[in-house]
């Protein structure tokens, strides 16, 4: 039995994802101050710009839990503002990212497409661990163009751009799955049924 | 790709659905609309809560009862009046607010919620008003001051306004069609999304009015509330749309 955990920093649709979480596991709402220790998963939920989520992330050391986390083999979800706080940093704000990853994200050109790119897009998978072949909700004015990942989801806009990664147990989705309807329900159930598969 | 947008009009817990913004008349339980629409994988949905704008108090238990029904992405619009209602909006499970009167009375909590919350979530509405004799104007719903197009388009782009949502009341449930893209072509020069609403006829219409480059969404009312110009209430998502304009 999966135990699930979502971060809540006073930023980001929690109710929305607790509930759709819920369709398949049993999760707990945790805040910054709680302990990751009894969790195989975390996910942290995106509402928010990238400078209120990276103060809120810095103010509860949520770099060093991300690390100690994933260092016992645990799992973390970050969601659109919640993956993005895991680069090094954003043309949309000051501070630094949490530079889990290197990346840096830009903004979209908006002398040539709209921005925010604000819609439901399809979504491509590169040798991705579970099942994605469908579209989801983004709304977001920044995206990273650039990066290494092997196991990724690129989606067209103005170029192509990142919309989703796996790599060392982290998973980010630039899109948010919890508001993707009945796509949305399959993506947790997928991944959910992924993790179980390889925790067993 | 290109949004549908039903809008659910509320009021004291009551879905309703008004002609030309007055005459609200009950179409049946809002939870339950919100759960027929996200369950027809609706675009977005936006609640309009009409008696929350004008009595400026926010009913946040029933908005919960709401949010709790939908999977698809929710716009919250009426009496948001300081930056805790964002946050409380946002935590419930709403992913856009919209904001009229306050760009003008308050813009620094709008630009405030823009810092917090990011632009792509706060969305900017402008309303079209009929004159007292002939012609019409732009103003928030719930006020008489008025404001020129230039005025919005200044607002919208100094607070970094995500969205903007168009809100063509003269022709708000008549089925009479949407007569003013001259205005919508003239806020995509801002390049940010436009959503427009108010008097669309049929599902045809909105075919048309996606080809058009400049619209990201149309708002649906009527269209969403009734069956057809009869106005016999079924809660239904406009589906006879060329696959192509939507995912």
């Known amino acids: ?200 | 790709m290109k949004r549908i947008i039903p809008v659910i009009q509320i009021s004291h817990r009551k879905g309703v659905k008004t002609i030309q913004g007055y005459n609200p008349k009950y179409i049946g339980c809002p939870v339950n609309a919100v759960k027929i629409l996200s369950d027809s994988n609706a675009s977005e949905i936006i609640i309009n809560d009409i008696a929350a704008s004008k009595e400026q108090v926010i009913d946040f238990d029933y908005l919960q009862l709401i949010s709790n029904e939908a999977y698809v992405p929710l716009c919250y619009s009426g009496g948001v009046s300081c930056l805790s209602d964002f946050d409380i909006l946002f935590n419930m499970g709403f992913e856009k607010v919209a904001c009229e009167n306050l760009l003008f009375t308050e813009p620094n909590i709008v630009q405030q919620a823009v810092d917090k919350f990011g632009s792509s979530s706060i969305v900017g509405c402008i309303t079209l008003k009929k004159k007292f004799l002939f012609g019409h104007h732009f103003s928030t719903f719930h006020s008489n001051l008025r404001y020129s197009i230039d005025d919005y388009l200044h607002i919208f782009d100094k607070l970094n306004i995500g969205e903007i949502l168009f809100n063509n009341i003269i022709d708000d449930g008549t089925f009479n069609g949407f007569k003013h893209i001259d205005y919508i072509e003239i806020l995509s020069n801002l390049k940010k999304p436009v959503v427009l609403q108010g008097g669309i006829s049929s599902s045809d219409e909105i075919e048309t009015l996606l080809v058009n480059d400049s619209v990201s969404g149309v708002a649906v009312g009527s269209l969403s509330c009734y069956r057809s110009k009869k106005r016999g209430v079924l809660i239904n998502y406009p589906k006879e749309i060329a696959p192509h304009l939507l995912v």
């Open chain 1, 1 to 200: 039995m999966l135990s699930v955990a979502i971060l809540d920093l006073g930023l980001g649709n929690v109710k929305s994802l607790e509930k759709i979480c819920r369709k398949f596991i049993d999760v707990q709402i945790i805040n910054g101050h709680s302990c990751w220790s009894q969790f195989d998963l975390v996910i942290f939920p995106g509402v928010g710009s990238f400078d209120a989520a990276v103060t809120a992330a810095n103010k509860y050391s949520i770099k060093e839990k991300i690390i100690s986390h994933l260092q016992k083999n645990n799992h973390f979800l970050g969601i659109c503002v919640g993956m993005q706080v895991l680069f090094e940093s954003s043309e949309e704000g000051m501070c630094d990212g949490l530079s889990l990853f290197k990346g840096h994200l830009k903004r979209f050109n908006k002398n040539s497409v709209v921005v925010p790119h604000m819609m439901w897009d399809k979504c491509e998978p590169h040798d991705f661990p579970f099942e994605i072949n469908s579209v989801f909700y983004f709304t977001h004015s920044f995206a990273l163009f650039e990066h290494g990942f092997n196991k990724f989801i690129d989606t067209q806009y103005e170029s192509k751009f990142l919309s989703g990664f796996y790599e060392n147990n982290v998973l980010g989705t630039q899109f948010h799955p919890e508001k993707s309807g009945s796509n949305g329900i399959k993506f947790f159930e997928s991944y959910f049924n992924y993790l179980k598969k390889v925790r067993s």
